[in-house]
Antibody, heavy 121, light 106 residues
Framework: EVKLVESGGGLVQPGGSLRLSCAAS????????VSWVRQAPGKGLEWVSVIYSDDTTFYADSVKGRVTISRDNLKNTLYLQMNSLRAEDTAVYYCARDGYYGSGPRGMDVWGQGTTVTVSS | DIQMTQSPSSLSASVGDSVTITCRAS??????LHWYQQKPGKAPKLLIYAASSLQSGVPSRFSGSGSGTDFTLTISSLQPEDFATYYCQQSYSTRTFGQGTKVEIK
């Protein structure tokens, strides 16, 4: 079964840090693109970051400089290191499989269940 | 950055109705346009990829069309399980989501 499972969310004070994990099964993260997408309470979806199979990374302007996406190929796990957290980073964070080189436009076809990050004092 | 604008933001419809949601990109995204359905408390689900390709397992009452900057998602005969929020998303240049369209029961 192709699956993604996020973990690492929690309550953190403004200015703090958190590392989210996204464990994959049924496919290899190193051969695919994987994105992080977040959803603030009562709001729409916001793309956060993507990592390609060649380690190319992109970030949304709202998190650039504060967030780092990375991957552990041996653990088949994706990470999102978040620093200098702000109240506006409060959201459910999802990871999603997002295509691969040569797939053409493929969309995000596998999603995790999400992990909740709350930034508050 | 490419901006995605959906219309309407919400709509009310009855079971059996045909519903169309529009998504406009601020610049051409070719066919790098995808549609998702999200129900409360759940992760989004991919419905349509590459503007008009039906994702495996998605009912054929869902269809997508368009290219360049203007796209539509059509639900041909609304079913009770289709009441949800729908998002478009481009992957031509990084990624951007539309603001969502909530489909409610009339």
């Amino acid at each position: 079964e192709v699956k993604l499972v996020e973990s690492g969310g929690g309550l953190v004070q403004p200015g703090g840090s958190l590392r989210l994990s996204c464990a994959a099964s049924g496919f290899t993260v190193s051969s695919n693109f994987v994105s992080w997408v977040r959803q603030a309470p009562g709001k729409g979806l916001e793309w956060v970051s993507v990592i390609y199979s060649d380690d190319t990374t992109f970030y949304a302007d709202s998190v650039k400089g504060r967030v780092t996406i990375s991957r552990d190929n041996l653990k088949n796990t994706l990470y999102l290191q978040m620093n200098s957290l702000r109240a506006e980073d409060t959201a459910v964070y999802y990871c999603a499989r997002d295509g691969y080189y040569g797939s053409g436009p493929r969309g995000m076809d596998v999603w995790g269940q999400g992990t909740t990050v709350t930034v508050s004092s | 950055d490419i901006q995605m604008t959906q219309s309407p933001s919400s709509l009310s419809a009855s079971v059996g109705d045909s519903v169309t949601i529009t998504c406009r990109a601020s610049q051409s995204v070719s066919s790098y346009l995808h549609w998702y359905q999200q129900k409360p408390g759940k992760a989004p689900k991919l419905l349509i990829y590459a503007a008009s390709s039906l994702q495996s397992g998605v009912p054929s009452r869902f269809s997508g069309s368009g290219s360049g900057t203007d796209f539509t998602l059509t639900i041909s005969s609304l079913q009770p399980e289709d009441f949800a929020t729908y998002y478009c998303q481009q992957s031509y240049s990084t990624r951007t989501f539309g603001q969502g369209t909530k489909v409610e029961i009339k």
